[in-house]
């Protein structure tokens, strides 16, 4: 894919998340449904679905050669990333967006043969539009952002579900030695954070593709750090952990992990 074809396929991106959004406001005018999937935790309502569908009407009006993946199942069962991958969560903070009308986002990641092309995230009710093009740089609202500044470990927020502190244990050494922990219960949202420098890390351990593909791209493009909790690339086919950061305190947080898992031996 060369240059003008990547930024055309952002800009195209980025249009049609910004109409998903306005979808969005006015659905929330009326009333939606809300349905449980797995649990009590993994809601889904009418207008995930009426995004996820206005995504794939669009993408395969214009681009029919590409492939879709999305949380709502309305795409193709994508099983690698070859050709063009669109990763796409309608919704992602369904939970915030039932229970407190906020604190949720688009997500879009597109790939081309497992490369990064664009990376967007836009919360819907901040009016907050994260977009990055690979190679190219790293914007919030059309303004460039810069790549991250150093700093220490001390200085840095941190963001993880406290439940997870029952998973790892090793996590409260985190919490000794950070700033702060916050928590905004919207992936993408939280890697949106860290790409702009408003919190330093963000740690999950339970993600699926389409809650961190275009999250991915925006970190990178900052010059930050993403991989699963155990440092290995992430897929972008299965579900996985997740250790974002700002990369001056990524290697700090996993050795005050390592650390912290040997004082417990």
């Known amino acids: 894919m060369n240059e003008q074809s990547r930024k055309a396929l952002y800009d195209t991106a980025l249009e049609w998340t910004y ?9 929330m005018e009326n009333t939606y449904n809300v349905d449980i999937k797995a649990h009590q935790h993994d809601l889904v309502t009418d207008v995930d679905r009426s995004v ?14 590409h492939r879709i993946m999305g949380e709502e199942g309305l795409g193709e069962n994508v099983e690698d990333l070859k050709g063009t991958v669109w990763i796409i969560d ?16 688009v ?15 836009y919360d ?15 914007w919030l609202n059309g303004k460039p952002l810069p790549q991250l500044a150093d700093t220490s470990i001390d200085e840095a927020l941190l963001s993880f579900n406290n439940g997870w502190m029952m998973k790892d244990r090793r996590l409260e050494e985190l919490v000794r030695q950070s700033r702060g922990i916050r928590s905004y ?14 919190i330093e890390a963000y740690i999950s351990f339970n993600l699926a593709p389409w809650d961190v593909a275009g999250g991915y791209v925006l ?3 900052a010059g930050g750090t993403v991989t699963n909790y155990t440092g290995e690339p992430l897929t972008f086919l299965k579900k996985d952990t997740l250790l974002a950061a700002n990369a001056s305190v990524y290697h700090t947080i996993t050795d005050l992990l390592e650390q912290a898992g040997n004082e417990t031996r």
Do not use: W
Not at 52 to 60: G, L, M
Not at 90 to 105: E, K, L, M, R, S
Not at 108 to 117: K, L
């Open 19 to 27: 109409e998903s959004g306005k979808h969005i406001r006015e659905k």
């Open 185 to 198: 219960g919207a992936a993408a949202l939280e890697m949106a954070y860290v790409a702009c420098g408003r």
């Open 90 to 105: 309608p919704i992602d903070g369904t939970v915030n967006f039932v229970h407190q009308g906020c604190y949720f986002a």
């Open 124 to 138: 819907v009710m901040a009016d907050e539009m994260f977009s990055a093009l690979a190679g190219k740089g790293l």
């Open 219 to 221: 970190i990178t493009e």
């Open 107 to 121: 997500s879009v990641g597109i790939f081309h043969n497992g490369e990064p092309v664009a990376g967007i995230v």
């Open 52 to 65: 996820e569908q206005f995504f794939r009407d669009r993408v395969k009006k214009s681009f029919p050669a």
